[in-house]
């Protein structure tokens, strides 16, 4: 069996994260380790994660972001295979096995994604009704739904760390430019919870954060192709 490393980075995900430590549990492909990494949290993220006890492997950082947080736990992993998953986000049970199989299959491929559905947290309160939740399965290149070879991450380099939103767009656009090959499998593999603080208009630094990294990621290919001409 190929061995699978789990990284969920989190902060102040004391409400979310049990369901998706839990939902990793479940899975029918069992994984070898679950990485949670706590972003300096300010609730109780980090003692829900502790009641898993040896289930899970545990690390602390100040508060630096989500993309350090995803660094600090692929700096831990021991896995053939690397896959993420969002605190707030969960699994459905066939998750793992359905893409491991893909790659055992495909040894030409490096990455693997599949499909997701949203849902609506309970806790979503009084401004549950504004929220927009899509149900129909959606294409998820995104970090809950990926699987990737563990020896193709470093080809890719680790994710940004000086910006506040699109850390993962930036680095699944090294991956394509990396020419690394991509397969989204037409299976729905993760849902992703709405709950408001992750589909709420973007602050000003946040949309410059995004605007930096999409022209970085154009600027990149645009040399790319200069070489190539």
Request: overall charge negative; aromatic content about 6%; charged content about 25%.
């Amino acid at each position: 069996m190929s061995s699978v490393s789990v990284v969920i980075p989190a902060y102040n995900a004391a409400t979310f994260i049990a369901e998706a430590i839990e939902s990793v549990l479940a899975q029918s492909y069992p994984a070898t380790e679950i990485i949670v990494v706590d972003d300096g949290s300010e609730d109780e993220t980090a003692a829900v994660a502790s009641r898993f006890g040896n289930d899970i492997k545990l690390f602390r950082q100040e508060n630096r972001g989500i993309g350090a947080a995803r660094n600090l736990g692929l700096d831990h992993v021991c896995g053939e295979l690397v896959t993420l998953l969002d605190a707030d986000d969960r699994w459905h049970e066939d998750k793992l096995a359905l893409q491991v199989d893909c790659l055992n299959q495909n040894l030409g491929i490096d990455m693997v994604f599949g499909h997701v559905v949203e849902f609506l947290c309970p806790h979503a309160g009084s401004e549950a009704s504004q929220l927009e939740v899509r149900t129909d399965a959606m294409p998820g290149y995104y970090a809950s739904t990926l699987l990737i070879r563990a020896r193709v991450i470093e080809r890719i380099g680790k994710f940004s760390e000086d910006v506040s939103l699109g850390e993962f767009i930036d680095w699944y656009g090294r991956a394509k430019d990396a020419g690394l090959k991509i397969h989204l499998l037409d299976h729905v593999v993760a849902e992703r919870r709405v709950h408001g603080s992750n589909t709420s208009v973007l602050q000003r630094a946040q949309r410059d954060d995004l605007t930096h990294l999409l022209k970085t990621m154009l600027d990149r290919r645009r040399k790319s192709d200069l070489k190539e001409s």
